[in-house]
Structures are given as structure tokens and as C-alpha cells.
Nanobody, 120 residues
Framework: EVQLVESGGGLVQAGGSLRLSCAASGFTFDDYAIGWFRQAPGKEREGVSCISSDGSTYYGDSVKGRFTISSDNAKNTVYLQMNRLKPEDTAVYYC??????????????WGQGTQVTVSS
């Protein structure tokens, strides 16, 4: 089955850290960019970070310097290390596979999402 499964979300205090995982199965992981997106209640889904098939990484302005994306191709898994979390980082986080960039339209396969809640 072709799928992406996120994990690692939870409740954390402001200033804390979380690491999200995105496990891919059923397709050739190395051929695609993997992106992380988030959606807060009442807001549009926004691009957080992505890692392309050649290892290039990109970050949204709001998370630069705080979040780090990485990939373990042997495990078909992409990670999002989130440090110095802020209440405004609270959202459902999704990973997706596609052609790259931080635009949702570039991605066709989506995971089910994982909730991240940052308390003040």
C-alpha cells in the first residue's frame, strides 16, 4: 500500500522540542521530495519544510533556524526536528510526497497528520 504515516506529535511547552517522523511505504522513496506542511484551525495549510531527492532542504520563513528536516533513506523516513517551539507552531502537521517546494499543489500523496500543541 502506498502511504505516508506521521508520528511524534504531542503537547509541549513553549521553548521545548519535538521530532516528527514521516514513514513512507509502497513507493520508491528516493524519487520524490518530501514536504512538511501544517494547518492551524481556521487557517490555510502552509509549507514548513521540504527535502528534495538530491538532499536539498528548504524552510518556511517562520521556522528557519528552529526546525531541521532530515532523511534516512535506508528507513524510508523523513524527520522534522522542531526546536524552540512557539504557541503559534500549534497545528496539525502533515507530510507529503511530490515534486518539491513548499506549495501544496506540488504534492499528491499525503499522510493523515499529527497534532502538535505548544502551550504558553
Amino acid at each position: 500500500e502506498v502511504q505516508l504515516v506521521e508520528s511524534g506529535g504531542g503537547l509541549v511547552q513553549a521553548g521545548g522540542s519535538l521530532r516528527l517522523s514521516c514513514a513512507a511505504s509502497g513507493f520508491t522513496f528516493d524519487d520524490y521530495a518530501i514536504g512538511w506542511f501544517r494547518q492551524a484551525p481556521g487557517k490555510e495549510r502552509e509549507g514548513v519544510s521540504c527535502i528534495s531527492s538530491d538532499g536539498s532542504t528548504y524552510y518556511g520563513d517562520s521556522v528557519k533556524g528552529r526546525f531541521t528536516i532530515s532523511s534516512d533513506n535506508a528507513k524510508n523516513t523523513v524527520y522534522l526536528q522542531m526546536n524552540r517551539l512557539k504557541p503559534e507552531d500549534t497545528a496539525v502537521y502533515y507530510c507529503a510526497a511530490g515534486s518539491g517546494g513548499l506549495t501544496i499543489w506540488n504534492y499528491r500523496l499525503w499522510g493523515q497528520g499529527t497534532q502538535v500543541t505548544v502551550s504558553s
